[in-house]
């Protein structure tokens, strides 16, 4: 990692997360596989800061530290990068166990449990899928219809435009927006 922090896939340590190295990593990992309008690839760290911002919207009354979970819910691809659902089914079981190590250690390196309340996965995936739908329908080309028969019409959020930033100020965006829900490295 930037940061001289040298992670181990397959034990990941909590000690070797860092925040900026999450940042700047996800501000350069595309979403959709690139496939987005726009100057600029829409990030994972964008993607991120949005589905936290759409959880809120879900449960007005969501404590900080699960929108921080929130924030948080693709952390591990700073490492491992974003590819589409199908082909992690294809890639099978070894990728779920090397992501969720990577959760893992992050969770506990910023102070919240290695393993997320059920309730809160839950709305962390109601809150990603209102994200991806705003996404496809304003940055990857799919037609209003076509993203309600694969992610459902979102009651929230409607109102949220997206459009994509330079990596540089989307990294910017999540360490703010980690600090502001109280993100601290605890270990």
């Not at 962390?124 to 219809?145: P, S």
């Amino acid at each position: 990692m930037l940061s001289g922090r040298r992670l181990d896939l397959l034990d990941p340590s909590p000690f070797d997360v860092e925040i900026e190295d999450i940042a700047h990593g996800l501000s350069r990992v595309a979403r959709w596989n690139g496939q987005t309008s726009g100057e600029w690839a829409y990030s994972v760290a964008q993607h991120s800061v949005l589905v936290e911002r759409i959880a809120g919207l879900l449960d007005r009354d969501l404590a900080q530290r699960w929108r921080l979970a929130t924030l948080l819910h693709d952390a591990a691809e700073y490492v491992i990068g974003d590819m589409i659902t199908p082909f992690k089914s294809v890639i099978g079981p070894d990728y779920k166990t090397v992501e969720a190590a990577l959760m893992r250690a992050v969770h506990l390196r910023v102070g919240l449990p290695a393993e997320l309340p059920p309730a809160i996965a839950k709305l962390i995936k109601r809150a990603d899928r209102v994200a991806a739908y705003l996404e496809a329908i304003q940055l990857a080309g799919f037609a209003t219809r076509e993203a309600r028969g694969f992610f459902g019409a979102p009651k929230v959020g409607n109102d949220i435009r997206i459009e994509a930033m330079s990596p540089n100020e989307a990294k910017q965006r999540y360490i703010d927006r980690f600090r502001l829900l109280g993100g601290t490295a605890i270990c």
